[in-house]
């Protein structure tokens, strides 16, 4: 109301880094600003695509690659992706089902859980982001330095390349619209590397038990996907995991375990009102609402907004 001083709503996760000047503006994170995210990440995307469409297509390096990883996997025991694609090739809603799911789903969930937290967790969306920058970038550097043919282009396999066959829609990788992605990309696999980092990000910040079971669900589905459809090899997956592995621990590093959810992140308790103000104010959401559970991060322990502690 007219001639009332507003409280200020915190912008930033309790307990971040405390330095004073530009260290401190840059560690701790803050509440995202819609039109700032949306351009950085199309503008992340369209370098990621271009960089990556970039790297050589080394074909013979890609496939003697394929091979010998082909051949590792032999040793190791695991080399079963051709049943997989074999199998499930032979079952056509599931294959087809499949192929839109490897098309679609890659996208549309990693966008819907970074618009997730944008509104219902913004103090931590800024951590989650840069877990998946910092993964999508070092895959890159995977791509570069190991060209890899994925299955169903290796010579003298028996592999099936299901979109082919089946003449889905959607891949950037067969028909028509392979001259327009690298076809040597494979790993590391971000398929497994986003859908895992979708999968841990709700899983740690969910409360309700259905919703996590199936965070978990989402990558274990995506693995069988990517293999039945002959476009990764299990050890690709492997890539993708240590890729996110790598992308925490700086997202970690930057911000702060805090404000980074992931496997290891406790939730939040809900938001609390703040009791305090006159009739009429508009309530404020504790700061303890956005600090992990625990008794260093306690209602108690978190003087009100505006005043400064004893």
Same mark, same amino acid.
């Given at each position: 109301m007219e001639g009332r001083p507003r409280q200020a709503v915190p912008d930033t996760v309790a307990g971040a880094d405390e330095r004073p000047g530009l260290l401190r503006r840059v560690?701790?994170?803050?509440?995202?600003?819609?039109?700032?995210?949306i351009l950085l990440i199309g503008v992340s995307y369209w370098t990621y695509s271009l960089i990556r469409?970039? &790297?050589p297509e080394q074909r013979a390096v890609a496939l003697r690659n394929a091979d010998w990883l082909w051949d590792v996997e032999n040793r190791l025991g695991i080399a079963v992706e051709e049943t997989v694609n074999q199998a499930i090739n032979s079952v056509t809603w599931l294959i087809v089902g499949m192929n839109y799911y490897y098309a679609t789903l890659h996208f549309v969930v990693t966008l819907g859980v970074l618009a997730w937290l944008f509104r219902c967790r913004p103090l931590l969306y800024s951590g989650a982001r840069t877990v998946l920058f910092a993964t999508t970038a070092v895959a890159l550097v995977g791509y570069y330095l190991f060209p890899l043919a994925p299955p169903r282009l290796m010579n003298g396999s028996m592999f099936v390349d299901t979109v082919l066959v089946h003449g889905t829609w959607g891949s950037m990788a067969s028909g028509d619209l392979k001259h327009m992605s690298?076809?040597?990309?494979?790993?590391?696999?971000m398929h497994i590397g986003w859908s895992l980092w979708a999968g841990l990000t709700?899983?740690?910040?969910?409360? &309700?038990?259905? &919703?996590r079971v199936l965070a978990l669900l989402y990558p274990t589905a995506t693995l069988v996907v990517i293999v039945a459809t002959a476009n990764h090899f299990w050890l690709d997956a &492997?890539?993708?995991?240590?890729?996110?592995?790598?992308?925490?621990a700086v997202a970690r590093l930057w911000y702060g375990a805090a404000a980074v959810p992931g496997p290891f992140h406790r939730t939040a308790p809900p938001p609390v009102a703040a009791p305090s103000g006159p009739p009429g104010a508009e309530p404020v959401a504790s700061a303890a609402s956005v600090a992990p559970a625990g008794p260093a991060h306690s209602a108690a322990s978190v003087p009100p907004v505006g005043r400064r502690a004893p």
């Open positions: 560690r701790t994170p803050r509440r995202p600003r819609i039109w700032f995210e469409n970039a &790297v690298n076809q040597y990309a494979a790993m590391p696999s709700v899983y740690a910040l969910a409360r &309700v038990p259905w &919703v &492997v890539g993708g995991l240590l890729c996110l592995a790598f992308g925490f």
